[in-house]
């Protein structure tokens, strides 16, 4: 399974992004996808997921009621809407595919990794 990400940018303080992840197989075992980030300097830490089957969504307490994480399971792919953007919103996102039941929020658990796309939100 390949995973291509894309939609990263620059874009303003206030502005918006959307960010989208494409599946390379059309079926495998998938319990979740779930976008992660990495700013400079920091750890990767959880962003949002979404659950496959259900389309249960969970998000990071900083990001809450500014993103929104989507799955379209006919194109194969997962999106994050990115508003009301903050210049500490910038780092290299990744999007990643859980294919086992578990926490979303480690990114331990996830098993196929995209490449990475960065999003730089200047003040």
């Known amino acids: 399974v390949q995973l291509q990400a894309s939609g990263g940018g620059l874009v303003q303080a206030g502005g918006s992004l959307r960010l989208s992840c494409a599946a390379s197989?059309?079926?495998?075992?998938?319990?979740?996808m779930g976008w992660f980030r990495q700013a400079p300097g920091k750890e990767r830490e959880f962003v949002a997921a979404?659950?496959?089957?259900?389309?249960?969504?969970i998000y990071a307490e900083s990001v809450k009621g500014r993103f929104t994480i989507s799955r379209d399971n006919a194109k194969n792919t997962v999106d994050l809407q990115m508003n009301s953007l903050k210049p500490e919103d910038t780092a290299v996102y990744y999007c990643?595919?859980?294919?086992?039941?578990?926490?979303?929020?480690?990114?331990?658990?996830?098993?196929?990794w995209g490449q990475g796309t960065l999003v730089t939100v200047s003040s």
């Open positions: 979404i659950t496959w089957s259900r389309g249960y969504t």
């Open positions: 197989a059309r079926t495998f075992s998938r319990y979740a």
């Open positions: 990643a595919v859980r294919t086992n039941i578990g926490s979303v929020y480690s990114d331990s658990g996830y098993n196929y």
